[in-house]
């Protein structure tokens, strides 16, 4: 049976290149509900589907490693038959195979910048971790950068360092966030298993847990696909699931997704919102999670209590519910205070307010004994010196 890589087993079937971990910290990114696909399946390691492939990451100071996994998809290729959606992977392998072929060896004894590309060894998996988690995106010059106009900022900046915002599929990403409507994540995170298990594609099985590809739109839209969701605990998520993928099929075309990339965000997240189930806070998140539109905000309850609780922001206070306008002048006041990258810096604030991360706030913890001990050191020093002081005085 295939096993979850565990670094501890030999580093020889690992790969890495140069990252610290105030540029990316990987239990902040993969666990504040970005994306709902990884987990963390060994002390500090994150397995997940990424690009039609399974992989295993962890990470060093200076260092991010992966490993990934053969794939079912490729022995059944092997062996004439295609799985549904075949061909937009058979377009994502050959772009990815061009990408290699153009990436640079790293110079001989030469250091590694933040991304930078260094090696064509792995057919394109550094690359496509590069691109994402945006690594050419210098999340340092950022912080400094929102710290200096945002005392709240500063206040936690040194504490969540690394939480970068991915660069998701945005099939993937659109139709997760679906499934987020009334939802925590948890459950969520089950919901895209079932999802996934049900209408995509098989790619390993390790230690008993299958993997499988997320289901592309032609897969998502057929008519019998919001039966067996509803079936699979999805409620009315599953109907706004299919009708969807239906409208993008009939309307704009598979890659329609795709190209919402090199339009004005305003834009993208309009075409979004008139896809069933598609509210501001579903298309925000699209647009910032997989459209590279750095300045959307998605505004929930988290983002509403920051605004009222850490910001006085006049707009939140006093609301009993969010509506369109109170969302869009929420969004409006963080993006003037953060600028361009407010989305990135909206990331870092509802990761420090979830309370799966609030351990990290508390103080370190002294050992019995440990505070006497300086304060004895300190005090032997102080009694050292002035007996010397003494003595000069005495000589004179």
């Known amino acids: 049976m295939t096993q979850h890589a565990v670094f501890s087993s030999g580093a020889n079937v690992w790969r890495s290149f140069c990252c610290p971990r105030s540029e990316l910290w990987l239990d902040l990114t993969l666990g ?7 987990r963390e399946t060994a002390d500090g390691h994150w397995t997940g589907v990424m690009g039609g492939r399974v992989w295993t990451l962890m990470q060093t100071e200076d260092r991010l490693w992966y490993h990934t996994y053969g794939s079912q998809v490729s022995t059944a290729r092997q062996a004439g038959r295609k ?9 994502t392998v ?7 072929a153009a990436v640079k060896e790293e110079p001989e004894g030469g250091t590694l910048e933040l991304g930078e590309v260094t090696s064509q060894w792995d057919g394109g998996e550094e690359e496509t971790l590069r691109d994402y988690f945006q690594l050419k995106v210098p999340l340092g010059d950022l912080y400094k950068e929102w710290a200096s ?9 040194n504490i969540f360092t690394g939480v970068r915002m991915l660069r998701q599929d945005p099939t993937e990403c659109l139709f997760s966030f679906i499934c ?10 089950g919901m895209i298993e079932r999802l996934c298990a049900k209408l995509g594609a098989p790619l390993c099985r390790l230690d008993g847990t299958p993997y499988h590809d997320f289901p592309t739109v032609h897969a998502l839209a057929d008519g019998s696909v919001e039966a067996s969701l509803r079936d699979l605990g999805f409620g009315y998520r599953a109907r706004f699931l299919q009708q969807s993928a239906r409208q993008i099929l009939d309307q704009h075309g598979a890659d329609w997704l795709g190209g919402l990339r090199s339009v004005p965000y305003e834009e993208a997240r309009s075409a979004l919102r008139t896809l069933p189930g598609v509210g501001f806070k579903v298309a925000d998140c699209v647009c910032l999670m997989s459209l ?7 505004v929930d309850t988290h983002m509403w209590q920051i605004a009222q609780r850490d910001y006085r922001c006049t707009m939140a206070t006093g609301r009993k519910t969010l509506t369109d306008k109170v969302y869009q002048e929420i969004g409006d006041f963080f993006r003037k205070l953060w600028g361009p990258y407010a989305g990135w810096a909206h990331s870092v604030l509802f990761c420090a307010d979830l309370k799966k991360f609030q351990k990290l706030k508390e103080p370190p913890i002294k050992m019995e004994g440990e505070g006497d001990e300086k304060e004895s050191i300190g005090k032997m020093k102080a009694e050292k010196k002035h007996g010397k002081a003494r003595a000069k005085v005495c000589k004179t």
Do not use: M, Y
């Not at 050959?94 to 290699?100: I, P, R, V």
């Not at 106009?149 to 900046?157: L, R, S």
């Open 32 to 38: 504040c509900g970005q994306t709902f696909r990884w």
């Open 83 to 91: 799985w549904p959606g075949e061909g937009e992977r058979l377009e």
């Open 94 to 100: 050959k772009k990815l195979k061009t990408e290699a």
């Open 149 to 157: 106009v945002d005392h709240h900022f500063k206040d936690i900046a």
């Open 180 to 189: 987020t409507s009334n939802n925590h994540i948890s459950r969520i995170e």
């Open 292 to 298: 590279d539109k750095s300045c959307a905000l998605p």
